[in-house]
């Protein structure tokens, strides 16, 4: 008994001496900037002027809803992850259903789809502001010659109906490979007997996908939902680099809005508290994904 | 069973068409790269190069001194991280996957959620942290953020790939007398080598394109790094500088490309086994 104890007692010794290196970088770097920026949430701390936090309770919380600005980049943030997600879930899952069929080849057409993985998006927004430029771009271009008229002198980045759609494109460019990842991983961990004996029944392409195979891969379908979560909502680099938030306030959303009033007004406090409802945010949205798509088993 | 012909014909068609689309802008961006300035900025465009010219290649790596900084820049801050969450998510994983200790699935708790909380909630407290001790614009300035926001991934990763390792193991080293490091480092290590390659690839590439830490910290252009230093190239010149512009694109993706293709499996085991990132 004793020697047991003291052994577990040398063993947990020596597991805390192994985690150390990696417990300091994340109490200094992430727990404390936890607290201290939740801390900031109850402040007016002007970084340039003030010499310190000054404590104003609940202030923040309650007049950030009469901030005109951040109604507009709260409303462009939700358009914005609603329009996102409802596609990268659906595409995704599309075309990881249709390469699973591919009899050859599969590997070219993975790696065709998990290539834009690579370009960080800050690069994406840069290769993408070149194509869609009104008078250079390719994809007026192709409009051009494809007879789109009307459509092809369109500034599909500073105007007010296009700008954010079209950061939802770029943005689904650069991710829709990373959920194929999850899905196609999903798919083929699935027992050939399964989908032999719906074929043997007969049911058609959509059927098979649909109602045979998307109900076995929960786990899949959950994970990828959270992760798509987490890209619709902490949009930033897309609209830094494209548009800077205009045309107006039409592609501001709150990340971007965040960091312009911690970085370019220095107002900390106002902006930790939109950071902590842009982070109540994905965890709401991430509790309900659970909710929903957790399997319910066990 | 095989489906019909004509279906799979089908499937093919829109799969080809869909690669397109997502290799389209890769190529325009290649294509760009070689033509002419002349050719790059004639109205009404050119699909295909006319004429290919390597002379925005030799004028972004031999007289885009800014370039070649930022491209250095990347390697040292990718590289240092890399090596320091190396060391640590190896040793820390060991302990969350081989030791029972007090407050370990407390710790696990905290760095899930870590993983699923937006980055600009630590970033202010970062920034006003550095700041006071004087280290914006400098390596460690992202160095350090960086290891600690990749942490929770690599431990999470190595965690599973150390507890994944048969006990027996353990005990055979045991008894020839192993000490604690010496089972960590002879035995244990070697074995986890799959799971080091998979944080090192995804950290790899996740540090390589890191950006709101990067313009936020990095103020100064001598300290910029790849992805904030294309912008910032950009902006500078203003307008249209595509021909050059889009060399410097492709020459900082080559080492994610290289990278991904080469160990694309540990990427995506890392993906599916590693839960969510903010």
Known sequence: MISSRTSSLRDSGIAYLFLAPAFLFIVVFIAYPLVYSFYLTFTEYDFVYDSAPKW???????????????????????????????????????????????????????????????????????????????????????????????????????????????????????????????????????????????RVDGVSFFQ?????????????????????????????????????????????????????????YFKMGKAATIAYITAALIIFFSFLSNKFLEEKEK | MIRKKTTLLILYLI??????????PFVWIIFTSLKPSKEVFSYPITLFPHSVTLEHYKYVMFRMSDFRRYFWNSTVITGVSLAIIAISSSLGGYALGRKNFWGKNWFIVFILLVLAIPYSVY?????????????????????????????????????????????????????????????????????????????????????????????????????????????????????????????AVILSLLPLFIVFVALKDFFIKGIVEGGVKG
């Open chain 2, 123 to 247: 970033l202010i407290p970062i920034f006003i942290m550095e700041t006071r001790l004087g280290i914006k614009n400098s390596y460690l300035a992202l160095i350090l953020p960086y290891v600690a926001l990749n942490l929770p991934w690599g431990l999470f990763i190595m965690m599973g790939t150390f507890r994944g390792i048969p006990s027996e193991i353990e005990d055979a080293a045991r008894i020839d007398g192993c000490s604690e490091y010496q089972l960590w480092s002879r035995i244990m290590l070697p074995l986890a080598k799959p799971g080091l390659a998979t944080t090192i690839i995804i950290t790899f590439i996740f540090i390589w394109q890191e950006f709101i830490y990067a313009v936020t910290l990095q103020t100064d252009a001598k300290w910029k790094t790849l992805p904030v230093g294309i912008v910032h190239i950009r902006d500078e010149l203003q307008s249209l500088a595509y021909d050059n512009l889009s060399v």
């Open chain 1, 208 to 264: 098979e996908k649909f109602l045979v195979i998307l109900p076995n891969i929960k786990a899949h379908l959950s994970m990828a939902s959270l992760y798509s979560i987490v890209q619709a909502i902490k949009v930033f680099e897309v609209p830094y680099v494209t548009t800077g938030g205009g045309p107006g306030t039409a592609t501001l959303t709150l990340y971007l809005y965040s960091w312009r009033t911690a970085f370019g």
């Open chain 1, 56 to 198: 104003v309770g609940l202030k923040q919380y309650i007049s950030i809803w009469e901030d005109k600005v951040f109604m507009s980049s709260l409303k462009n943030t939700l358009v914005f992850a609603l329009l996102y997600y409802v596609i990268v879930m659906f595409f995704s899952l599309l075309i990881a259903f249709i390469i699973d069929e591919l009899t050859k080849g599969q590997t070219f057409y993975q790696l065709a789809v998990y290539l834009p993985i690579i370009v960080p998006l800050s690069l994406a927004g840069v290769i993408f502001v070149w194509i869609l430029d009104p008078t250079f771009g390719v994809f007026n271009h192709i409009l051009r010659s494809l007879g789109f008229k009307s459509l092809s002198n369109k500034n599909w980045l500073s105007d007010y109906s296009t700008a954010l759609p079209s950061m939802v494109v770029i943005t689904l460019w650069k991710y829709v490979g990373f959920n194929v990842i999850i899905f196609l991983a999903g798919i083929q961990s699935l027992g050939k007997s399964i989908i032999e004996a719906a």
């Open chain 2, 15 to 24: 799969a080809t068409l869909i690669a397109l689309v997502f290799l389209a």
